[in-house]
């Protein structure tokens, strides 16, 4: 290849690399007509819930469908630890303890 090509390539190439930076930053500014910022909280204001009579908004209620309002979180009681539980919470704790020091008296026994 003579050098006049090679310089033509490199050119051509510079020039291509250049331009899909631009063509992407535009294609990234383009926000969309609708997104999930511009929805917001779910509520029952101008929900098609409203447009429910009386008799199918209680319907609707007993009939424990979920999606149709948000549900409050609830978070279950930890259960209760037993009198076995916690002793062996603790035989487990004394264990480790003696492991430990049994480890760290080990090495003047070697001699």
């Known amino acids: 290849m003579s050098r006049g090509r090679v310089a033509a390539v490199v050119v051509a190439g510079t020039l291509a690399l250049a331009v899909v930076p631009v063509r992407i930053a535009r294609t990234a500014d383009d926000a969309p007509a609708f997104s999930a910022d511009e929805l917001g909280e779910p509520t029952e204001e101008g929900s098609i819930l409203q447009l429910l009579e009386p008799e199918e ?9 979920t999606g149709m309002r948000p549900e409050p979180e609830q978070k279950p009681e930890p259960p209760k630890d037993s009198l076995g539980d916690k002793i062996g919470k603790v035989g487990l704790s004394v264990a480790t303890v003696a492991v430990s020091i049994g480890a760290v008296v080990a090495p003047f026994f070697l001699f």
Do not use: T
Request: aromatic share 0%; glycine share 0%; no cysteine.
């Open 57 to 65: 908004r209680e319907a609707l209620a007993r009939s424990q469908m």
